[in-house]
C-alpha cells in the first residue's frame, strides 16, 4: 500500500538489481552501484556528453546497444524520420537516442 519507494535508499548487494532510472538519476545509480559494490543491469542512453558516461563505461564489464541488438526493430518508437528522445524535442539533449544496457558488478 505504498505510495511510492526510494530505490536509492534501499541494499542492493547480493542479488542481480536491473535499473532504467530517468536520465537525472544515471549517476545516483552509479554511484549506489559502487559503494555498495551492488550488480546491476542499467538501461541508460548513450550519451557521451553526460558527466556519468566515462563512469558507466569504466564500471560496466559489457555494453550493449540496445539498437543493434534489435535490428530492424527501433527500441524507442520513430517519429517524423527520426528516433524521439523521451524528455522531447525541447530539451537540451539530442534529438536521436541510442538506448544501451550495461551490465556492472562482473563478469558476465
Do not use: T
Not at 535499473?19 to 550519451?47: D, M
Not at 541488438?69 to 524507442?76: E, K
Request: glycine share 12%.
Amino acid at each position: 500500500m505504498a505510495a511510492g519507494l526510494d530505490g536509492l535508499s534501499g541494499d542492493w548487494k547480493g542479488v542481480l538489481n536491473y535499473a532504467f532510472p530517468p536520465v537525472a538519476l544515471v549517476g545516483a545509480v552509479l554511484r549506489l552501484v559502487h559503494e555498495q559494490g551492488a550488480r546491476v543491469l542499467l538501461i541508460a542512453p548513450q550519451w557521451p556528453s553526460q558527466w556519468w558516461w566515462p563512469l558507466l563505461q569504466r564500471m560496466a564489464s559489457k555494453v550493449v546497444d540496445l539498437h543493434e541488438l534489435h535490428a530492424g526493430h527501433p527500441f524507442v518508437p520513430v517519429r517524423q524520420g527520426g528516433v524521439s528522445h523521451p524528455l522531447g524535442s525541447s530539451h537540451a539533449s539530442p534529438h536521436a537516442v541510442q538506448w544501451v544496457a550495461a551490465y556492472i558488478g562482473g563478469d558476465v
